[in-house]
């Protein structure tokens, strides 16, 4: 079985005689609810030369706003345990809210311009939680590479700028997303839809494979292969955040034709907020 | 020779391969201009039980606002380095704006109630740039023990929080301030003052003296223990930014009779501007 660790120094302790010994640690932070695409960035730790996975799960109240689910966000750890032992992963970290943050708790890292547009405008004070937490976490494990999911790409992006920036001698992997057989990208959120939305939610994939057609058709204008996104959204959602097709690396948006696109996409059904996006260049998987 | 080192991957490299080696990495992060003052720290990280002395020498554009002395801030590597060699420093790290500021960068670390108020009210973006750059410095030497001055108190407390809270490894001290003779604290700002000037700086040392003695007199009125200062300062100096009595603690200002009092001061001669401080309590050295 996975062995659980709670406490930060314990972790630390554990994480540093590892190294001492040897070992390359891989390294997967979660908010737990678990699914197949989280195990999916265990397994690529492993195939990028970890020879100790540490997952964490984590569900951070510093990324979420005051109108968000942070209180109904899924609890699932025995359900996450058992999935991370049955992947071989070596340690869990699962640490309390008061152990991250101690009282009077007030240090803060944020990476700015890349998290400015996006889910950094919907969701103001969401990135600040995620780089704070990321950094401590990364300093507590001292990981050699730490893999993310790219359905979050803005948030990749983002640590990936952030360990870059602090010159800290971590690998950042971004790993494609992994989607349903139908297209639904894997989300710990989809445990939210009921049947009907369920089907609805469908919507954000299909316009995407539209965008993806139109683009092997050589459409390259960014209003083109984002409108065709927004309108299959429109049709489904009940509320658009965005649409937009943007720079891959910057994330700023295109404002012209470009054989490098990307499609980032934020809609609401319900009270559920999916997230989606799909990359379209020489060499982007669809 | 105290080793130099400039490339930040080569200066992580040489900190791993001691801490491996069994080494108790003792830090002193300057801005170069090296006092007696500074080499007092480099003593006393030896005396906590480092086996290797690190100092960096790196004047940090990002903790100096639009109008202030960036470009005339002293620069004396030569006459630092050997300071440093006399005094058995291992390795010296130099290293320059564009390898620590890499193009595109824009992660910053903030602490923040700490620094709201004194100078990060009258330096607005000084402590972001502070806690940045000894952010990444602590990372990249890894260090047992990091020795900061008490001069710049509010700097030592704010990293003692920074440290606390991204849960870093690091013991931090603060080493009381080394003074001239006469009084004036050691500064690497002291040379800016022509012969007129450095003696109204006294004025200053002379203010907290009286501070002193009417505390060990039995005074406790955090207004009246600051009103001498205040008027010391006010008859020497050009200009003051604040002279106030404060919790050492929070350094929130005191509303009443206190045990424990931080008396804060920063005035203008001239161009220059000097901060002091002194700690009346039980176990405060004047």
Same mark, same amino acid.
């Given at each position: 079985m996975s062995m659980v660790i709670r406490d930060p120094r314990e972790l630390f302790a554990h994480c540093e005689r590892a190294r001492h010994g040897g070992a390359r640690i891989g390294f997967v932070p979660t908010m737990?609810?678990?699914? %197949?695409?989280?195990?999916?960035?265990?397994?690529?730790? *492993?195939?990028?030369?970890?020879?100790? #996975? *540490?997952?964490?799960?984590? *569900?951070?109240?510093?990324?979420?706003?005051?109108?968000? %689910?942070? #209180?109904?966000?899924p609890r699932t750890f025995e359900d996450d345990l058992a999935r991370c032992t049955a992947r071989g992963v070596d340690v869990v970290?699962?640490? #309390? !809210?008061?152990?991250?943050? !101690?009282?009077?708790?007030?240090?803060? *890292?944020?990476?700015?311009?890349?998290?400015?547009?996006?889910?950094?405008?919907?969701? !103001?004070?969401?990135?600040?939680?995620?780089?704070?937490v990321v950094t401590k976490l990364l300093l507590a494990v001292g990981p050699c590479v730490a893999v993310f999911g790219r359905k979050d790409y803005q948030q990749w992006r983002t640590l990936d700028r952030l360990v870059h920036d602090l010159a800290l001698p971590i690998e950042i992997v971004g790993m494609p997303t992994v989607r349903e057989p139908d297209g639904l990208a894997l989300s710990s959120r989809n445990r939210y839809l009921d049947g009907e939305r369920r089907v609805r939610a469908l919507a954000i994939a299909s316009g995407l494979r539209q965008a993806h057609d139109l683009y092997r058709g050589g459409e390259r204008a960014p209003e083109t292969l984002s409108g065709v996104v927004r309108a299959a959204v429109l049709a489904a959602f009940d509320r658009i955040d965005y649409v937009e097709a943007v720079d891959p690396e910057t994330l700023e948006p295109l404002s012209g034709a470009s054989d490098e696109v990307l499609i980032l996409v934020a809609a609401h059904l319900g009270a559920t907020r999916l997230i989606d996006n799909m990359h379209l260049g020489h060499d982007a998987r669809p």
């Open positions: 737990g609810a678990l699914h %197949d695409g989280h195990l999916a960035l265990v397994d690529e730790a *492993v195939r990028r030369g970890a020879t100790q #996975s *540490v997952v964490s799960i984590f *569900v951070n109240p510093l990324q979420f706003g005051p109108s968000e %689910d942070f #209180s109904r966000y970290y699962a640490p #309390s !809210p008061e152990t991250m943050y !101690p009282p009077g708790f007030q240090t803060h *890292v944020e990476v700015e311009r890349v998290t400015t547009r996006w889910e950094g405008a919907f969701r !103001p004070t969401h990135f600040r939680g995620v780089t704070t």
